[in-house]
């Protein structure tokens, strides 16, 4: 996969997955008699369930893509950041981490650290390489190397970006503006990513896919969903530039950092 690859793929992903959202809200929009208002809801908390979906998709398939990229490279791990070391290296840490002996002590069996540590110095030597299982969708359910938690918030969202080496915006720590506050839930977290996310998409999409009966607090009407899509999308866009800003920079290797 080179850079042109990537942007179309990420490009095109993003781009299905707007569309797909903008078709049910033109149901959502279509006029229903009074009888009707229990459809009307359930396609509100449809809504709610799919513009979840595509915001953890498409940070997962992305996040793949870009890891997926950086493989193609073919490059030594040594000669990348840091963060794709503890990647490659997972297996090896363990290993180090296990090494005493079978007596119930805690000793360090120093042999065994000696040999795993010669190891994990043969593996920086190698070419940098995972399975993605980019290209294999089935697979990509596995989460040992993105993992959303199926709960995509602010802390897994975080930990996603750290894997892969990009840095978090701090902009997105500041509160919203007032305008746009008064529609969403305070918590102790203010916020821009949390109001938008943890405290209104996620809290809503888990009691809805959970089965939770209908409340005044967690079905959003059509206005504020049309908000949250749009905040959501720019989350979205705002991912890819990063990581084509970073595929492009060649900010993974160690002399860029």
């Known amino acids: ?54 915001w953890e998709g498409y940070v997962k398939r992305s996040a793949l893509a870009y890891l997926e990229f950086i493989v193609r490279q073919e490059i030594v791990l040594s000669n990348i950041t840091s963060n794709f070391h503890v990647i490659s290296l997972k297996k090896s840490i363990k290993k180090v981490a296990n090494a005493h002996p079978q007596n119930g002590k805690n000793d360090i069996n120093i042999s065994e650290v000696l040999r795993h540590l010669v190891e994990v110095e043969e593996i920086k030597t190698r070419k940098f390489f995972i399975k993605t299982n980019f290209n294999d969708p089935d697979k990509q359910k596995d989460n040992s190397v993105i993992d959303t938690g199926s709960n995509l918030n602010k802390k897994n969202y975080k930990k996603i970006l750290e894997t892969i080496g990009v840095v978090y915006h701090q902009t997105l720590e500041q509160e919203l503006n007032p305008h746009v506050r008064i529609h969403f839930e305070h918590e102790n977290d203010k916020s821009f990513f949390s109001e938008i996310i943890d405290n209104t998409l996620l809290k809503c999409r888990n009691h809805n896919a959970h089965g939770g009966r209908n409340s005044a607090q967690l079905l959003l009407d059509i206005e504020l969903l049309k908000l949250l899509k749009n905040l959501i999308i720019l989350l979205l866009e705002q991912f890819k530039d990063d990581i084509l800003e970073y595929s492009s920079g060649e900010f993974f290797l160690q002399s860029k950092l």
């Open 1 to 54: 996969m080179n850079l042109d690859a990537l942007e179309s793929e990420m490009t095109n992903d993003l781009a299905w997955r707007k569309s797909e959202i903008n078709r049910l809200f033109q149901i959502a929009e279509m006029p229903s008699a009074e009888e009707n208002e229990r459809v009307h809801t359930a396609i509100l908390k449809s809504l709610t369930l799919l513009i979840y979906s595509h």
